[in-house]
């Protein structure tokens, strides 16, 4: 079974940039459609981005659009999730996923005002 480790969490000031990794255990990577969402305290647990097996198709959430970049490198095993012009209410618990239920254990990014 395939296992997820996130990393590339921080503090940063708003307007900021940091650039987030999940990278996957398992020989069959590649065929995974990755997923990051995000949790911020008090809130319920929400889709970021999502990037299918071949890179080929992406999607965003509305509130990360134009701002954040997810891309994939499968000879590394990992997913990107390059997110720019950061702002306070980006700040939360950052995880990928792959469905329905494999998740890592998370990285926190916080966006100081």
């Known amino acids: 079974q395939v296992q997820l480790v996130e990393s590339g969490g921080g503090l940063v000031q708003a307007g900021g940039s940091l650039r987030l990794s999940c990278t996957a255990s398992?020989?069959?990577?590649?065929?995974?459609?990755i997923r990051w969402f995000r949790q911020a305290p008090g809130k319920e647990r929400e889709f970021v981005a999502a990037i299918s097996g071949s890179g080929g198709n992406i999607n965003y959430a509305d509130r990360v659009k134009g701002r954040f970049a997810i891309s994939r490198d499968n000879a590394k095993n990992t997913v990107y999730l390059q997110m720019n012009s950061l702002k306070p209410e980006d700040t939360a618990v950052y995880y990928c996923n792959v469905a329905p239920t494999i998740w890592g254990q998370g990285t926190q990014v916080t966006v100081s005002s």
């Open positions: 398992g020989r069959t990577f590649s065929s995974y459609v």
